[in-house]
């Protein structure tokens, strides 16, 4: 809702200056104006000033000597006729003209105003040659009147000054024709000033004509925005706010000057200011409505969501999340209940795991029992069978022992070649006591690969397969060759060779072992251990022998840890 606020206030601001800017351009634009249309009405009347003064009975009667004959006013009257019926602007009151002694020598007659006068609008015409001089005075009528005075020079030497003439202007040529024909606004003025600040007409009757305007503080106001240029600004008139434009004639000394109260200014934007107002607040209720409306479907069920999880966090799980919307709040609280509900499942699986396993562990240190006893059993029989000097069933029974304590008791699914090959002499040893001497075995081994891993027990059902085929089916001695080496920077090669009757590789050859692995079963454990490149791979010929070909990938036990 600030926001809001503040683009409102921001928004009138703008808008509040963008009217007074607007207002003091077009007010300067209508001042401009009513100078143009002013100066062009007085033009007819200093155009009737230039010709009495031009005029040549005026001049000579003007130029005559004291001793020389001249001009008669009837002569001067009939001139002076003859000079109306060319030009006689609407609002003339009267026209004098005075010769070089201060001496009346024409005047229309209409009316008149007080001799002391004349010496200060002299004065005035005087200090604004060569231009004409505007004068505000009461006539005798207490009429408003405005005096153009003028200078008359001898048309001969323009140097030497003649005498005066002065043409009388009714006051309603600027205040009712000029001045009123522009409204700037209920209780706008519009002011024309001399350069002594003293108003000469105004469009607002109550004005006092012929005096200083607010004490002289508008033209003092004035006079100082002149010296910095600056035509329209914002001052006090009468102890109020007001817009103030001005134009300043230099020619005919005069200031032209506008005032605009405030308060019609801002009663133009108070309305903008009431319908900014009703936009806000309605804005503000709805912005209300919208909160209240996310609290509800929102922040509430957040803040629940926050506490039950906070109940998950410390191991209450009991507790559910009430929340039966079917906004996003609520599909969220079912499946959070959901996930609750199957933690709770699982964490009760997993104690009734742990339990299993405690089980479990307990029978398997209980079926350590067993072999501890089978191993204690074997080892007293290889004792007795070395007290009574029987070599050979000693060391058939220490190959057993040490054959079953590599199957039962150590639990790595993969162990080194070095260890695989020592568990494969055990095997051939005890087969050696049941099979006595019809097997030889060599070793062709690759002394850097026999740390690399491979799976238990392995190689024992080819071994088997081939003492078995080999010695059953030629009876006599067979040789089986075991071979180990590495076939590229990856793959490790182990060849199991005999020279037995050999067979038909199409035919599936599958022999009981030990441990109950068949040589097909070995193919399928290679397979799925290391993929379809890596193996058991048989070539057999009958007759001549077989050759089972293990390709497995070169691993340690330190690369398979990592």
């Not at 706010?241 to 005919?252: A, D």
């Not at 997993?350 to 029978?363: A, G, I, M, N, V």
């Not at 190689?459 to 085929?469: D, G, V």
Request: some cysteine.
């Amino acid at each position: 809702m600030i926001p809001i606020i503040f683009i409102g206030f921001y928004s009138y601001t703008i808008y509040s200056k963008s009217i007074n800017n607007k207002l003091s351009k077009s007010t300067f634009q209508a001042l401009t104006l009513l100078n143009r249309t002013m100066l062009s009405e007085l033009n007819n009347y200093q155009y009737l000033a230039g010709s009495v003064s031009t005029n040549p009975i005026i001049q000579e009667r003007l130029t005559a000597a004291p001793n020389e004959p001249a001009p008669s006013n009837a002569t001067i009257n009939h001139a002076m006729d003859n000079v109306y019926r060319t030009i006689y602007p609407g609002y003339v009151q009267n026209v004098r003209i005075i010769d070089s002694k201060n001496e009346p020598i024409y005047e229309l007659g209409y009316d008149g105003i007080p001799n002391s006068k004349y010496g200060e609008i002299m004065n005035q015409v005087d200090l604004n040659a060569p231009y004409d001089s505007l004068n505000y005075v009461k006539s005798y009528r207490a009429s408003h009147t405005i005096v153009l005075g003028r200078k008359i020079f001898d048309q001969e030497d323009i140097g030497v000054p003649l005498g005066y003439v002065f043409v009388f202007i009714g006051g309603e040529l600027f205040s009712k024709v000029i001045l009123s024909s522009v409204d700037l606004g209920t209780g706008s003025n519009l002011l024309i000033m001399n350069r002594e600040g003293i108003v000469m007409s105004s469009n607002l009757k109550s004005t006092t004509l012929g005096e200083a305007y607010d004490k002289g503080q508008l033209f003092n106001q004035i006079k100082e925005q002149e010296s910095q240029k600056n035509h329209s600004f914002q001052g006090l008139v009468n102890g109020k706010m007001h817009q103030i434009s001005y134009i300043n004639n230099n020619q005919l000394g005069w200031y032209m000057i506008s005032t605009v109260p405030f308060s019609y200014i801002n009663s133009e934007t108070s309305k903008i200011t009431t319908g900014l107002l009703i936009v806000v607040s309605i804005i503000v209720v709805l912005c209300i409505l919208i909160i209240i409306v996310l609290y509800k479907s929102i922040l509430k069920p957040i803040k629940q969501i926050i506490v039950f999880c906070n109940q998950i966090f410390y191991g209450n799980l009991s507790n559910r999340i009430e929340d039966h919307s079917n906004d996003e709040m609520g599909v969220l609280a079912n499946r959070i209940n959901s996930m609750v509900s199957r933690i709770e499942q699982l964490i009760e699986d997993q104690q009734k795991d742990q339990k299993r396993q405690r089980s479990l562990e307990l029978q398997m240190l209980q079926s350590q029992i067993n072999p501890h006893f089978l191993f204690n059993t074997l080892n007293s029989l290889r004792w007795l069978a070395m007290i009574n000097q029987v070599p050979v069933l000693s060391d058939g029974i220490s190959s057993l022992a040490e054959l079953l304590r590599s199957t039962i008791i150590d639990q790595d699914e993969e162990i080194t070649i070095k260890q695989e090959l020592n568990n494969l002499d055990n095997y051939f040893a005890i087969q050696k006591i049941r099979y006595a001497d019809r097997f030889d075995v060599e070793y062709d081994l690759d002394e850097s690969v026999l740390d690399s891993l491979i799976p238990k027990l392995i190689l024992q059902p080819i071994a088997e397969n081939a003492i078995i085929h080999g010695v059953t089916d030629i009876g006599g001695k067979v040789l089986i060759r075991i071979k180990v080496y590495a076939k590229n920077e990856y793959t490790l090669v182990i060849e199991i060779i005999d020279n037995g009757k050999g067979f038909d590789t199409k035919k599936s050859e599958k022999a009981d072992t030990l441990s109950g692995i068949g040589i097909s079963n070995v193919a399928d454990r290679m397979k799925l251990q290391y993929g379809e490149s890596y193996g058991l791979f048989i070539t057999s010929l009958v007759g001549q022998g077989t050759c089972c070909r293990l390709m497995i990938p070169k691993q340690t036990y330190e690369e398979d840890k990592g």
